[in-house]
């Protein structure tokens, strides 16, 4: 269904973004995986995506936060691949802590990262978009920036802050052919929820279907809402029903 697209998706070397980059190359999607750190894990999943779906592959670093580096990675993409025609917000990082204690440091990195960053990007490939009169977004918003959640006022302010920014992009780009969609997962096993693995029980108890989520179960909504022509302004929970 993506054959012959090219999916950007930003954190796209590991998590719940590594899943994503997967699930769009399986559709046939063309890769531009975006990463900070994971340089060696961002080129072994190219390779693998390249080598198992025949697509074409590339890793690229960039700090999301950064609107230059943004622009400059999303030039560089669409000079390598001809096109971007799915864009996936997944980046992001938590910075956890009390609110009496939260450092102005925490609050500005959080939002730069997890709102700003996405704000980067979107700005950066919407001229291609309209141009090419046709583009998707997805952006991974949270649970957290639905109903709150309390030792993350940072993160549910930014998450929350992703809603709003898909909601007006939705509007403003609907008439333009672009579908703009938010996907909110709960508590879903990677790096970012390790430490509340542990927490088991209390965990566990408070989530309807019983259990955390798998990368996988994020990235068959994330291919779902890129290749869904007549929805837009959504925002798909993806939390075996945590915040319903
Ligand atoms: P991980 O911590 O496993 O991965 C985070 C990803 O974001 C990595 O790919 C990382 O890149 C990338 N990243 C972080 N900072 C930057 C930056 N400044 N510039 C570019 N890339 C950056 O997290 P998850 O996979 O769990 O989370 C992915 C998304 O899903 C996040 O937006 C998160 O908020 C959201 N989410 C996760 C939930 C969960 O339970 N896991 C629940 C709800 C939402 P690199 O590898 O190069 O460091």
């Known amino acids: 269904m993506l054959k012959g697209k090219t999916a950007l998706i930003t954190g796209g070397a590991r998590g719940i973004g590594a899943a994503i980059t997967a699930a769009l190359a399986a559709q046939g999607a063309n890769v531009a995986v975006i990463y900070t750190g994971s340089q060696e894990k961002a080129e072994a999943l190219c390779a693998q995506c390249a080598q198992d779906h025949g697509v074409q592959a590339q890793a690229y670093q960039c700090d999301v936060a950064d609107f230059a580096a943004a622009k400059a990675v999303v030039a560089q993409v669409k000079k390598d691949f001809g096109a971007v025609d799915v864009l996936v917000n997944n980046a992001g990082i938590t910075q956890d802590g009390l609110l009496a204690m939260m450092k102005e440091e925490s609050f500005d990195r959080v939002l730069d990262v997890d709102l700003k960053g996405a704000f980067n990007f979107i700005r950066h490939c919407t001229p291609l978009f309209l141009r090419q009169k046709g583009g998707a977004i997805v952006n991974i918003t949270s649970v957290s920036g639905m109903i709150g959640n309390p030792g993350q006022a940072n993160y549910s302010a930014a998450k929350a802050g992703l809603i709003g920014l898909t909601k007006a992009v939705a509007k403003e780009l ?21 430490d509340l693995a ?47």
Not at 174 to 194: S, W, Y
């Open 198 to 244: 542990g927490q088991d029980n209390a965990l566990l108890a408070a989530i309807p279907l019983g259990r955390m989520g798998q990368p996988q179960e994020v990235a068959q909504a994330v291919a779902f809402l890129a290749t869904a022509p007549y929805i837009t302004g959504e925002v798909l929970r993806v939390d075996g029903g945590i915040a319903m």
């Open 174 to 194: 609907a008439p333009k052919g672009i579908t703009c969609n938010a996907v909110a997962p709960g508590f879903i096993a990677t790096d970012m929820t390790r």
